[in-house]
């Protein structure tokens, strides 16, 4: 059977705020760069995120004085996770709670590992809460999804074991395991598409590779 080498769609991951900001400087600046989890893509000003953080100081003081009561354990608690309903990350909060200081940007962590196949955000950039600013994807494990004829069917399920060859690597099959048969088939064909896992550990394979 012919196919084509896809995304894994379930490691994929967009990378967006909660919150309105300012780009101030990019990190990550082109489209293809490979990234890892935690290294920061940009940096942002965020009045929100900096009044949260003003929020948490406040509540910090209130208990470094001795301020005893459930109040001000609600509070503190209650900054926090304004915090980190923000998105802001657990390494930036307590950043916050031991320095006293309240930063006026903050370096965005990527939240995978993988390659930035679209760029949607440039320095100065007004951003809004929601809109997409990079897509990552996760090319350690691909898919292929084969066109297998409707009289082949019955010699295939979930868990079958697959050779793959692409036309740029003929000596170097791969194998993976079939991890989905589609419900329809494709009228003009009468192709049933087939999805197979891969593992691509050294990235030779690449999207929409015929295989």
Do not use: C
């Not at 494709?186 to 999207?207: F, G």
Request: glycine share 6%; hydrophobic share 40%.
């Amino acid at each position: 059977a012919v196919g084509t080498v896809k995304q894994d769609e379930s490691r994929l991951t967009i990378v967006t705020m909660r919150t309105d900001g300012f780009i101030e400087e990019l990190f990550v600046s082109k489209s293809g760069q490979h990234v890892h989890a935690g290294e920061p893509l940009f940096r942002v000003y965020s009045p929100q995120i900096q009044s949260a953080q003003t929020d948490l100081l406040v509540a910090v003081r209130a208990m470094n004085k001795n301020i005893s009561g459930l109040d001000a354990d609600r509070s503190l608690d209650g900054a926090m996770l304004r915090l980190r309903n923000l998105g802001v990350p657990e390494v930036r909060i307590r950043e916050v709670r031991e320095t006293g200081k309240n930063p006026r940007t903050i370096d965005w962590p990527s939240p995978a590992t993988g390659d930035v196949i679209e760029k949607r955000i440039i320095n100065g950039q007004r951003v809004t809460a929601g809109d997409e600013l990079y897509r990552i994807a996760d090319h350690s494990h691909v898919w292929v999804i084969a066109d297998v004829a409707e009289s082949d069917l019955t010699a295939i399920q979930i868990g079958t074991t697959v050779m793959v060859t692409v036309r740029a690597y003929a000596a170097q099959p791969v194998e993976g395991k079939v991890t989905l048969i589609y419900p329809e088939l494709r009228a003009e064909t009468r192709t049933a598409r087939v999805r197979i896992e891969l593992p691509n550990p050294d990235r030779l394979l690449k999207i929409d590779m015929y295989a």
